[in-house]
C-alpha cells in the first residue's frame, strides 16, 4: 500500500453549518500552504448537512503527524464551536510517533485501524 490514508467523521452542531463551512475552508487553505506530504484532504457533508466525511490519505503516517501540526489550531476551533462526535478511520500501518500522538489527544476510543491485506495490484498467489 504505497499510501497512508484516513477517513474522519464528524457531526455538525445544529444551527452552525455556515461556521463549519468557513471552519473547513481554513483547515483546507492551511493544508494547502503548509503541508508537505498531503495527497488527498477532500471534505463531504450529508444532505441534510448534518454530517461530515473528510478522506485524506498521505505519503506516509508522518504526513499525518506533520497535518496535524498544522492545522492543530484550526481543528481546535472546528471542534470548539461547530462539530461534534469526531471519530478517525486509519488504512495502514501506524508508526511508534503516530500512535504516541493519538494516545497524547486521548483518541485511542475515536481511532480504528486496518492493516492492508490485499488489493488490485496485489500479486496473486
Same mark, same amino acid.
Given at each position: 500500500m504505497p499510501t497512508f490514508e484516513v477517513s #474522519?467523521?464528524?457531526?455538525?452542531?445544529?444551527?452552525?453549518? $455556515?461556521? /463549519?463551512?468557513?471552519? #473547513? #475552508? $481554513?483547515? %483546507?487553505? %492551511?493544508?494547502? @500552504?503548509?503541508?508537505?506530504?498531503?495527497?488527498?484532504?477532500?471534505? /463531504? &457533508?450529508?444532505?441534510?448537512?448534518?454530517?461530515? @466525511?473528510?478522506?485524506? #490519505?498521505?505519503?506516509?503516517? @508522518?504526513? &499525518?503527524? @506533520?497535518?496535524?501540526?498544522?492545522? /492543530?489550531?484550526?481543528?481546535?476551533?472546528? /471542534?470548539e464551536y461547530y462539530a461534534d462526535n469526531h471519530f478517525m478511520t486509519a488504512y495502514g500501518e501506524p508508526t511508534p510517533q503516530l500512535l504516541e500522538l493519538v494516545k497524547a489527544a486521548h483518541m485511542e476510543r475515536q481511532f480504528k485501524w486496518f492493516s492492508f491485506v490485499r488489493g488490485l495490484d496485489s500479486s496473486s498467489n
Open positions: #474522519a467523521h464528524m457531526t455538525v452542531r445544529p444551527g452552525q453549518l $455556515e461556521g /463549519f463551512k468557513k471552519q #473547513a #475552508a $481554513e483547515c %483546507i487553505r %492551511i493544508t494547502k @500552504e503548509k503541508d508537505t506530504h498531503t495527497l488527498r484532504y477532500d471534505w /463531504f &457533508l450529508s444532505r441534510d448537512g448534518t454530517e461530515c @466525511e473528510v478522506r485524506e #490519505a498521505y505519503t506516509s503516517p @508522518e504526513g &499525518l503527524i @506533520e497535518h496535524n501540526h498544522n492545522i /492543530f489550531e484550526a481543528r481546535t476551533k472546528l /471542534f
